[in-house]
């Protein structure tokens, strides 16, 4: 059936199925390294790209492939590549457009690994890279040079709920011959779709709220054009960071649920902000559906809802936030996000503590920053957990 007309959760069950010779209701799982040809010639056929038929699950594979038309269906995309982790898709990003004496431009407070990679390894390879507060669209343009050939963004970014124009950072990149890639991880299709706002590549964690279960691991790139596809495509391969049938299975699964998971977990996240802001222990609170939120009317004009993710400070600091930390019963202290169960942790001492005290004071990821994604329960509860675990600070 063709699904790309169809609407967001006719796609979320239905893009990227294909009808197998038994008849399978859902997609299988095709759990084999290799695939045999028919003749000499079809074998040819393939190498040489003539015939589109499967060679090797590292290059293609049945289930990996439904996942990725699926996910480029959800993201208005040209095509999509399904990876074995997040960071591995955040690395073929890296490797597919910079270079040596190539610069990058990225979000500093952007997820702490995919800032870690370029200090500490692609310099070593002769890449250049600024990471800059890309909220301030004129911070962008500051720091655009002649040798800059990608603008990283996250939005909103991990942990500081700080938003960045997608549209005005498109147009300033295209200006300057420059690719602009979105990780959309903490949003989901769902809720934002960048490549409809001028990105080239969106990125995703679908460990995250795409698969939805925490019970895999994986990332995915979605092209805007076929040029830029081929690019990622050919780096997936040769890099063998290719998603395994398996995991493809369970993020098909998963992501079918999307919508009335992300429903559940923003209407909980509204109430649970709400609560925060008012808490005497609680400095301030971001999150986009709050009018408190300095970049509130940027999240209605480019986001469709405002998501399950809260960051918040407390008042004590550091100390404030490992007593949080060891208190909470209901929401896991944990790392990662996007799950049905709501998970909490504190940057300083946990995602973000290989990056310096002065480099993340620099991003906003300040010592009392808590950090939160709200989940399914039933949200007193998810309330009653951190007004007792707050009343021990």
Request: proline share 4%.
């Amino acid at each position: 059936m063709e699904t790309r007309s169809k609407g967001f959760n006719t796609k979320l069950v239905h893009a990227g199925d294909f009808e197998d010779s038994y008849g399978s209701a859902v997609t299988p799982i095709y759990q084999t390294s290799t695939f045999k040809f028919r003749d000499a010639k079809h074998g040819a056929d393939c190498f040489a790209g003539i015939d589109p038929g499967y060679i090797y699950t590292r290059i293609g594979n049945p289930t990996i492939n439904a996942l990725e038309e699926k996910l480029a269906e959800l993201e208005n995309g040209y095509r999509g590549i399904a990876f074995s982790s997040g960071m591995s898709a955040v690395n073929a990003v890296y490797m597919a457009i910079l270079g040596k004496d190539l610069h990058i431009i990225t979000t500093d407070a952007m997820y702490g690994p995919s800032r870690a990679v370029l200090e500490k390894y692609y310099v070593n390879f002769g890449v250049q890279f600024d990471c800059i507060d890309t909220s301030e669209i004129k911070n962008i343009e500051q720091a655009i040079k002649p040798n800059t050939r990608l603008l990283y963004i996250e939005t909103p970014t991990n942990p500081t709920m700080a938003l960045t124009d997608i549209r005005r950072a498109s147009e300033l990149a295209h200006k300057h011959g420059i690719l602009l890639c979105v990780d959309n991880t903490f949003c989901s299709p769902y809720l934002q779709k960048p490549l409809d706002l001028g990105a080239d590549i969106v990125l995703h964690s679908v460990t995250k709220f795409i698969n939805g279960h925490a019970d895999v691991v994986g990332g995915a790139l979605i092209a805007k054009d076929e040029e830029v596809y081929k690019k990622l495509r050919q780096t997936m391969v040769y890099m063998g960071s290719n998603m395994d049938p398996h995991q493809a299975y369970l993020v098909i699964r998963g992501v079918k649920t999307l919508a009335l998971r992300m429903e559940r977990s923003e209407k909980n996240a509204m109430k649970v902000a709400k609560f925060l802001e008012s808490h005497p222990k609680v400095e301030w609170v971001k999150y986009p559906g709050l009018p408190s939120h300095p970049q509130h009317e940027l999240a209605k004009a480019q986001m469709s809802g405002f998501g399950a993710m809260i960051s918040f400070e407390l008042k004590g600091g550091y100390t404030a936030g490992e007593t949080l930390m060891n208190n909470v019963k209901l929401s896991l202290l944990a790392v990662s996000l996007g799950g049905v169960e709501s998970l909490i942790q504190h940057p300083a001492s946990m995602t973000h503590a290989a990056i310096s005290k002065k480099d993340r004071e620099a991003a906003g990821i300040t010592d009392g920053l808590v950090r939160m994604s709200v989940g399914i329960e039933d949200c007193q509860d998810i309330i009653d957990d951190l007004k007792q675990a707050l009343d021990k600070i």
